[in-house]
């Protein structure tokens, strides 16, 4: 829906100046917008890049699984349906580690393996299971400590002060995460079949 939207807009946008005779503007804009991309694309990609790099050594380096077993105690409370000790448990410990790094690039991989295994412990392969459900309110709120991307873009603008956003992240994302769990849970006890 979201494509289509923005396609809509794309389209209005360019008839709109073939009709008011802005050609050059039109020009002018995509290339811009193409320059100002690849030159955002340039700048941070290299924390991305340093970011996914220390997830993966921490991944190989078994970080990530004693942190899990840390957040095992609380996931098995936000996901009863999940047997202790499947592999979903330590996949989505690591993607919220990931998030609360502020790390969507290099917690998006986890996400997807961590849905994919909880898609093997779906009983109705066509309907999105309750920890499925679950799981994608947490993605999505993402609770974040350290905003990296955001302080990177904002440094790569010229920020005079780029963390001064890190407690605002704290409190939105914290809230969005308690808020998500609360209507998560009792839109599950509602609706429990």
């Given at each position: 829906m979201v494509n289509i939207i923005w396609m809509v807009l794309i389209v209005?946008?360019?008839?709109?100046g073939l009709f008011t005779n802005n050609l050059e503007t039109i020009n002018n804009t995509?290339?811009?917008?193409t320059k100002i991309?690849?030159?955002?694309?340039?700048?941070?990609?290299p924390v991305i890049a340093l970011?996914?790099?220390?997830?993966?050594?921490?991944?190989?380096?078994?970080?990530?699984?004693?942190?899990?077993?840390?957040?095992?105690?609380?996931?098995?409370?936000?996901?009863?349906?999940?047997?202790?000790?499947?592999?979903s448990l330590s996949l989505i410990a690591s993607n919220m580690i990931a998030n609360v790094f502020g790390l969507g690039s290099a917690a998006t991989p986890f996400g997807l393996k961590a849905m994919s295994?909880?898609?093997?412990?779906?009983?109705?392969?066509?309907?999105?299971?309750?920890?499925m459900i679950t799981f994608l309110v947490i993605n999505t709120s993402?609770?974040?400590i350290i905003p990296t991307t955001i302080i990177s873009l904002r440094m790569m603008y010229g920020s005079l002060e780029p963390t001064k956003i890190v407690f605002a992240c704290i409190i939105?994302?914290?809230?969005?995460?308690?808020?998500?769990?609360v209507i998560d849970r009792i839109l599950a006890r509602r609706y429990k079949n």
């Open positions: 209005v946008g360019i008839f709109y995509i290339v811009d917008s991309s690849l030159d955002m694309l340039f700048k941070i990609f970011w996914m790099g220390l997830t993966r050594i921490a991944e190989k380096s078994k970080l990530l699984e004693k942190l899990s077993n840390k957040l095992s105690p609380i996931l098995t409370k936000i996901f009863p349906e999940i047997p202790k000790g499947h592999e295994s909880l898609q093997k412990l779906n009983k109705k392969k066509d309907t999105a299971s309750r920890s993402g609770l974040t939105s994302t914290a809230f969005a995460t308690i808020g998500g769990i």
